[in-house]
T-cell receptor, first 117, second 108 residues
Framework: DSGVTQTPKHLITATGQRVTLRCSPRSGDLSVYWYQQSLDQGLQFLIQYYNGEERAKGNILERFSAQQFPDLHSELNLSSLELGDSALYFC????????????????FGPGTRLTVL | EDQVTQSPEALRLQEGESSSLNCSYTVSGLRGLFWYRQDPGKGPEFLFTLYSAGEEKEKERLKATLTKKESFLHITAPKPEDSATYLCAVYGNEKLTFGTGTRLTIIP
């Protein structure tokens, strides 16, 4: 158990809908990262938040957005869902922000499996 | 653009048969190379971080090594419970870039 929690475990919805995925980082970690893992593409970095502020952005679609709240939990919002958005979505956390010095290890949660029908 | 290539894509070994997994990378300014283990439908589990060429890390039957262009994950006398997908990732341009993994199956 990494200490990172994600809810829900599974989510089934229809095209065009909007969903919210939730992540609680390990105690004391300030950074939260979101990743998408689909069968054909492997793990793709979406976005990082550090202490409430956006820190780095990857291949995140405009239909997707995220935020980190004062208690450091994070939410990933996916809207106008398409069939191709079906994937495993992982959250990871680390103590620091990776801005300088030694790079932190990212610890991953159990994931949310999203199925868009 | 940072790139990570892992080989082979899949590997089947008999229990006790040692082997190595390869991770080759191109990155502008490597700040760390990570190995994770992932079981089906689960989140990646951290194994090792390597920061500079020549560095080695060991944990039970696994040993990770790093050169300027690639990393190896050596598995010695594997057991069936070592069956998993092993992921390599590099931290370069402010993000982790993952390879697509090697799916390892250990046959009893």
């Amino acid at each position: 158990d990494s200490g990172v929690t994600q809810t829900p475990k599974h989510l089934i919805t229809a095209t065009g809908q909007r969903v919210t995925l939730r992540c609680s980082p390990r105690s004391g970690d300030l950074s939260v990262y979101w990743y998408q893992q689909s069968l054909d593409q492997g793990l793709q970095f979406l976005i990082q938040y550090y202490n409430g502020e956006e820190r780095a952005k990857g291949n995140i679609l405009e239909r997707f957005s995220a935020q980190q709240f004062p208690d450091l939990h994070s939410e990933l919002n996916l809207s106008s869902l398409e069939l191709g958005d079906s994937a495993l979505y992982f959250c990871a956390s680390s103590p620091g922000g990776g801005t300088s010095g030694v790079v932190d290890t990212q610890y991953f949660g159990p994931g949310t499996r999203l199925t868009v029908l | 653009e940072d790139q990570v290539t892992q080989s082979p894509e899949a590997l089947r070994l008999q229990e006790g048969e040692s082997s190595s997994l390869n991770c080759s990378y191109t990155v502008s300014g490597l700040r760390g190379l990570f190995w994770y283990r992932q079981d089906p439908g689960k989140g990646p589990e951290f194994l090792f971080t390597l920061y500079s060429a020549g560095e080695e890390k060991e944990k039970e039957r696994l040993k990770a090594t790093l050169t300027k262009k690639e990393s190896f994950l050596h598995i010695t006398a594997p057991k069936p419970e070592d069956s998993a997908t092993y992921l390599c990732a590099v931290y370069g341009n402010e993000k982790l870039t993952f390879g697509t993994g090697t799916r390892l199956t250990i046959i009893p």
